[in-house]
């Protein structure tokens, strides 16, 4: 274990360190694990799929341009619009956000690489996977047709018979892992790897603002999952959930599905917002007037947002004073978005604002976000809501909303931190005629659409007759996005331009004070040739200065050893450093991860539910096969970190982010089995056809047995951790959490068999996925705690290396908890059923 | 002349905006207070901006947290409180709230792809909907198949028709006459043609109409 010496030669340092952090050429880019690359990549899939998204709108566009235009049927235009909403919401908005987070999150904060890189890598690899079904699908004439919130019965087997909805079910649920593991990623990274000195008052506000996105995510996206996962097992066993004549409900989709979708809208608006915040200070020559009022806003509106989803119900008769509760909290979230704005003209105000590419078109995000959030106010209220539903006004208002909160935003970055993939400066040639293209366009097709809806044009209607005297509106509409399309394409070529012919600089164009621009542009596969020390808020640096010493191995980390891919994390809150974090190394795992993965989704897709389960097992034990070799054999304690300084590998610390990242999937997957809770009670208390003929019976022996069996789990990992701390061998302990988490597994199993007909009514469906639930997750135990038995044959637990068993008996912890809830919630259904006989 | 085009933008079979009804009156003046309140602050907003950008001086006086306090907060809320208090208000008289003696009440049963209608005395219509004018009918709405929504745009707010619920509208057409219908939550291929036509009459020409509809046979 040595430390090479440490480098005053820049081009040195930067050859040592390249060496280790670049991506190979060749088959080798497929084993990409790097941030820089990813984010790239991203970003380029996802405007491919904004392509494809935008086709689908032209041809909706020519649909029903007149009375006259229709062209196709309207089983093909069908396809046609939900592919347009699920494109763009799931394969566009968010994997654009995510690739933007992942290429920027490490340089904002002064680190590498993001946490867990190889997570990264995987998530990128279900997207594309999961998109390219839906792509597919679409092709091959069979995609979703049902609307993309895909409102059951029609999704259920009995409207929709063909594969068109379980393409949507299982290939966004696919994409959404991707979603939540960036989502765990953005988290963690935010809250542990970040420059020493950073303490959390000090972070570049667009940091705040993915934290706060990543949050609302796990929080957000297992409601959806939830629903998906429940709707295909009605599909395709039969089990029903929303089916109304088996006392399911089809109000509980809509509720799980805007439980995930109102949020959904602020996941997409607010790291816009955060790179808004980023550009109006840069441009104002100001810093960022109001960092805590702003930070409290977009907490404010993470809040607000979970309280919202019902204003998408204001029609499915709700009772009204409900409804105005939810109308006023609706209203409210114009309050925390209107300190954001009036914090940005602020910060304008005490400037001296300059004028340059991305101002424009965040003039334009201005014009067309407060328009779009007025539009949002007059649909809270409720009265005007039962007209305006439904209708092409909010067709209009929901464009308003998301093109002008996010894309316009996102166009701006586009051109402010083009020169940063670049290293090549913009010219103002066609960005300027492209952005009155687009901004026009976009006016021209949207503004009168409100007065469309309020005509009472419906929505995802094929066509209509001359009488209804809505041609020359959808003619303006239509001619709109076509001039819309060419702004686009202009802008296409305008990025072209510029990557390959723009004019080449030297370091940060804008004299930004971020941390992202003390860098080299285009940026080295290891970011920071040393960390930086952060003194002051890190929007008020010297980024020139900075980034030449750092360059220089001034900083923290300024070498190499052991080949490692080196970075830092600190205290969360004080910033204080407290690891050093070791990254994996480049690696095809993931891309095997992500097609076992891929298998075991087209397998349930193409219905081959037994090979599905052999899918399933390549799928975690490619999984598993990602700690092989991580970690180490033998304790190295405190190692030099540069400036004097000295931190332990990760691996022998109590919390390290791979801990903290079991804490946050618990808390999503925490998320996903309350919604099921709240599903199995809405139901109860809701739907048509209750109570059920019986109530299931559970027994009393199976029930005990397992409760016993899930706390002797949990006791196996509290003391196999508890040995190892002692300096004894866990093994016995572990053994022990084994056997109960089979034994666990088996209770939980016959107890669901002893449901007669699950299929008969949603009380027993339900509680049959409750058991089969709890029996999953104990099915997870059993994994984690084989794993400790084989890291420890391995060599890799100490006293001080026992990362793998507290991960562990976080999780043990976790499923003996939520399955004793489970048995009992069983218990208790089971008992509000029969009382109510 | 400006003022008549502008008005005819607003006219048609299906238009919100040409209330014949209480219920869409009520929601169509809801409307033009938020058009022209919304009006007001976007220009006033987008006047700060330019104020912020070319005559800072003012702004600058009242400082960071005025701008952040006047315009983000109380602003904002003090309009929010008055609007929602108003809707509340408004909703609250557009309820179908129980009353003596109770409204005509019309059961509307929807279904791939087909409106029909049941009537007091057991006679049934499709797609076409007779009703009398001059008083409220509450329409008990539901679906035999997928969710569908039932909106007579010129009378007022829709209400969706839902397997195993039944959800309660009440309307009333001002004057005879004969207005459009549509299906308004997306059901299927047929969702399109989904529509209905409504027949205010005279109370006698109603009670005429419905009677010639006999028993399970009548309609289209």
Redesign the interface.
């Known amino acids: 274990m040595s430390i090479e010496q440490a480098s005053p030669n820049p081009i040195r340092l930067h050859k040592e360190l390249a060496a280790l952090w670049d991506t190979p050429a060749g088959w080798g880019r497929l084993s990409a694990v790097n941030h820089t690359v990813l984010g790239k990549r991203f970003i380029v899939a996802a405007f491919v799929f904004f392509a494809i998204g935008g086709l689908l709108a032209m041809l909706i566009r020519v649909q029903i341009a007149t009375s006259q235009t229709a062209f196709v049927g309207p089983e093909i235009y069908g396809q046609i619009f939900t592919m347009h909403g699920t494109v763009m919401m799931f394969l566009f908005a968010i994997p654009m956000f995510e690739g933007f987070a992942i290429y920027l999150l490490p340089k904002l904060l002064g680190a590498r690489d993001l946490a867990f890189p190889r997570l990264t890598a995987y998530g990128f690899w279900c997207y594309i996977f999961g998109g390219s079904i839906l792509i597919c699908a679409m092709l091959a004439g069979v995609a979703p047709d049902s609307g993309w919130f895909m409102y059951t019965p029609l999704s259920s087997s009995t409207y929709t018979p063909g594969i068109n909805a379980d393409v949507w079910l299982l290939g966004i649920t696919f994409v959404e892992i991707s979603a939540l593991a960036a989502a765990v990623e953005i988290v963690v990274t935010v809250l542990k790897v970040r420059a020493p000195g950073m303490s959390i008052d000090r972070m570049p506000i667009m940091a705040w603002y993915l934290l706060i996105t990543a949050l609302m995510m796990l929080f957000g996206f297992p409601p959806l999952i939830l629903g998906s996962i429940l709707l295909e097992l009605e599909r395709a066993f039969g089990l029903p959930f929303f089916d109304p004549t088996r006392g399911g409900d089809s109000l509980l989709w809509q509720h799980l599905f805007w439980l995930f979708g109102h949020p959904e809208v602020y996941i997409i608006f607010l790291p816009a917002a955060g790179a808004v915040s980023m550009m109006i200070p840069t441009f104002a020559r100001h810093e960022l007037v109001g960092y805590r009022a702003i930070i409290v806003a977009v907490i404010a509106v993470a809040f607000l947002s979970f309280g919202l989803w019902v204003h998408h119900m204001f029609t499915v008769g709700i009772p009204h004073l409900a409804l105005a509760f939810f109308s006023a909290a609706s209203g409210l979230v114009a309050v925390p978005t209107a300190v954001q704005i009036f914090a940005w003209i602020a910060t304008l105000a005490q400037g001296r604002p300059r004028y340059d590419v991305p101002m424009l078109y965040l003039g334009g995000f201005f014009f067309v976000f407060v328009l779009g959030g007025l539009t949002g106010v007059m649909l809270a209220m409720v009265p005007f809501n039962w007209q305006a539903h439904d209708t092409h006004f909010v067709v209009a208002h929901l464009h308003y909303v998301l093109v002008g909160g996010f894309v316009f935003p996102m166009m701006a970055a586009a051109y402010y931190w083009l020169p940063h993939f670049t290293g090549r400066v913009s010219d103002h040639r066609l960005s300027v005629p492209a952005f009155w293209l687009i901004f026009g366009g976009f006016n021209l097709t949207f503004f009168l659409m409100h007065l469309t809806g309020l005509l009472g044009m419906p929505r995802r209607v094929a066509f209509y007759p001359v009488e209804a005297g809505w041609d020359w509106l959808n003619l303006i509409s239509s001619v709109g996005s076509f001039l819309m399309t060419i702004g686009f394409a202009l802008f296409v070529v305008d990025l072209v331009v510029q990557v390959r012919f723009g004019k080449a600089f030297r370091r940060n164009p804008w004299n930004a004070r971020t941390p992202e621009w003390a860098m080299p542009t285009p940026p080295t596969s290891y970011a920071f040739g040393s960390l930086p020390h952060i003194e002051d808020r890190a929007d008020r640096l010297d980024a020139d200065k900075l980034g030449a010493e750092l360059a220089g191995g001034s900083g923290y980390l300024g070498f190499t050893r052991n080949g490692w891919l080196e970075t830092l994390t600190v205290d969360m809150t004080s910033g204080r450093p407290d690891q050093l974090l070791v990254l994996p190394n480049q690696t095809f795992k993931p891309l095997w991860s992500g097609l076992a993965t891929g298998a075991f989704v087209l397998c349930l897709l193409f219905k081959f539910y037994w090979l599905s389960l052999a899918a399933l097992a390549l799928a975690v034990a490619s999984l598993l096969a990602w700690t092989q070799g991580m970690g180490a054999r033998e304790d190295v304690g405190a190692l030099p970190i540069g400036r004097g300084e000295v931190a332990a590998p990760h691996w022998e610390t109590e919390r390290p982010p791979s801990w903290w990242a079991m804490v946050f999937c618990i808390a999503a997957e925490g998320t996903l089995f309350a919604s099921l809770l709240f599903g199995a009670l809405f139901l109860w208390l809701v739907a048509p056809g209750w109570p059920p003929p019986d109530a299931v019976s559970p027994g009393t022996i199976l029930p005990v047995l397992c409760l016993v069996a899930l706390g002797s789990a949990a006791l196996g990992g509290r003391g196999a951790l508890a040995a190892l701390t002692a300096g004894n061998s866990p093994s016995v302990w572990l053994m022990l959490a084994c056997a109960s988490h089979l034994a666990a597994i088996v209770l939980l199993a016959s107890m669901a068999a002893g449901i007669d007909d699950p299929t008969a009514h949603a009380h027993y469906a339900t509680a049959f996925v409750t058991l089969i639930y709890a029996a999953v997750r104990s099915g997870l135990g059993l994994i984690f705690a084989g794993h400790g038995l084989w890291r420890e044959r391995g060599g890799y637990l100490s006293q001080a290396r026992s990362l793998d068993l507290r991960i562990g008996k976080l999780w043990h912890d976790y499923s003996a908890v939520t399955g004793a809830i489970a048995v009992l919630a069983v218990f208790a259904t089971a008992w509000l059923v029969g009382s109510a006989r | 002349m400006a003022c008549t085009l502008f008005l005819a933008?607003?006219?048609?079979?299906?238009?919100?905006?040409e209330p014949e009804g209480p219920?869409?009156r009520?929601?169509?003046t809801?409307?033009w207070v938020?058009f022209y309140g919304?009006a007001a602050?976007?220009v006033a907003?987008?006047a700060?901006?330019a104020?912020?950008?070319f005559r800072?001086a003012p702004?600058?006086r009242l400082g960071?947290?005025g701008?952040?306090r006047w315009?983000?907060?109380f602003?904002?809320?003090s309009n929010?409180v008055l609007?929602?208090i108003a809707?509340?208000v408004?909703?609250?008289r557009?309820?179908a709230t129980p009353r003596d003696p109770a409204p005509l009440r019309i059961e509307a049963v929807a279904r791939?792809w087909q409106w029909e209608f049941r009537y007091p005395d057991g006679e049934t219509s499709f797609d076409r909907l007779h009703m009398p004018a001059g008083r409220d009918v509450d329409f008990a709405v539901t679906s035999e198949?997928?969710?569908h929504?039932f909106?007579i745009?010129r009378l007022?707010?829709?209400?969706?028709a839902?397997?195993?619920?039944e959800?309660v509208v009440r309307l009333r057409a001002d004057r005879p006459g004969t207005f459009?219908g549509?299906?308004?939550?997306?059901?299927?291929?047929?969702?399109?043609v989904m529509t209905f036509t409504v027949e205010a009459h005279e109370e006698e020409d109603f009670l005429a109409s419905v009677d010639e509809l006999g028993n399970g046979e009548g309609g289209q």
């Open positions: 933008g607003c006219s048609g079979p299906l238009s919100a905006l219920s869409a009520g929601a169509a809801l409307w938020m919304s602050i976007f907003v987008s700060v901006l104020m912020a950008l800072p702004l600058r960071p947290e701008m952040i315009g983000g907060i602003f904002p809320l929010l609007l929602v809707a509340f408004l909703g609250e557009l309820l791939q198949d997928v969710i929504s909106w745009p007022g707010g829709k209400i969706d839902i397997p195993g619920h959800n459009g549509v299906c308004a939550e997306f059901c299927g291929p047929g969702h399109t």
